[in-house]
């Protein structure tokens, strides 16, 4: 059973530029959330897709912004990169909705250095 | 809004005997399901286990244990027998009914001691 995978593994770019990440549910699931976690810090939470729209955002500007496709995979786009963008970005996924009883698997996380 | 506080930053334990790791949270909500991760050094975050708040017993998932008390709103992790891997950062983590997100504490490095 596949869990969740995301690429790349480690990503430099820098200032102004733009970034995507990819990430590939667990297998059954069908919603993903992303998290951006800076050092030293818990997970913060960018946004969740379902269905193929966003169905909840966190405290991030539009800079961030995201895709889910039909086969329920995902992508999260950063615009206009900031050296504080730098962190671990984190996806999830879960099942039927992601409500407070269905567990979220995490992938490995990409690593963005801003430079 | 929804909150996670964990006190303790830091935590050593000799290998073979039980660390408690603490958590209180706070929320509106009356449902409302508590999760605890581990996240090696490699990054990964690894799920542990799951109370939720209509829950009669306390939780547990081999090594690990959650002490639920409902009135305290604490849901503290007991991990028993520590291993050198279990060296790591541990997260509680809440999520609810009115809420899709999992609002993360600040997280527990654990170092376990040979």
């Known amino acids: 059973d596949a869990g969740v995978t995301q690429s790349p593994t480690h990503l430099i770019k820098t200032r102004g530029q733009q970034v995507t990440l990819r990430c590939s549910p667990k297998s059954g699931h069908d919603t993903v959330s992303w998290y951006q976690q800076a050092l030293g810090q818990g997970p913060q939470f960018i946004f969740q897709y379902y269905e193929e729209e966003e169905r909840q955002r966190g405290n991030f500007p539009d800079r961030f912004s995201g895709h889910q496709f039909p086969n329920y995979s995902s992508e999260l786009n950063v615009n206009a990169l900031l050296l504080g963008d730098s962190a671990l970005y984190l996806c999830a996924s879960s099942l039927e909705g992601g409500r407070n009883t269905d567990t979220q698997y995490f992938g490995p996380g990409t690593r963005l250095t801003v430079l | ?82 291993q050198l891997g279990d060296s790591a950062m541990y997260f509680c983590a809440i999520s609810s009914l009115n809420d899709y997100k999992l609002s993360f504490g600040a997280g527990t490095t654990v170092t376990v001691r040979a």
Do not use: H
């Open chain 2, 1 to 82: 809004a929804q909150k996670i506080t964990q006190t303790q930053p830091g935590m050593f334990v000799q290998e073979k005997e039980a660390v408690t790791l603490d958590c209180t949270y706070d929320t509106s909500d009356p449902s409302y399901g508590l999760f605890w991760y581990k996240q090696p050094s490699s990054g990964e975050m690894i799920f542990l286990i799951y109370q939720g708040s209509y829950d009669q017993q306390n939780a547990t998932e081999g090594r690990y244990s959650l002490n639920f008390q409902k009135a305290r709103k604490s849901a503290n992790l007991v991990i028993s027998a520590s």
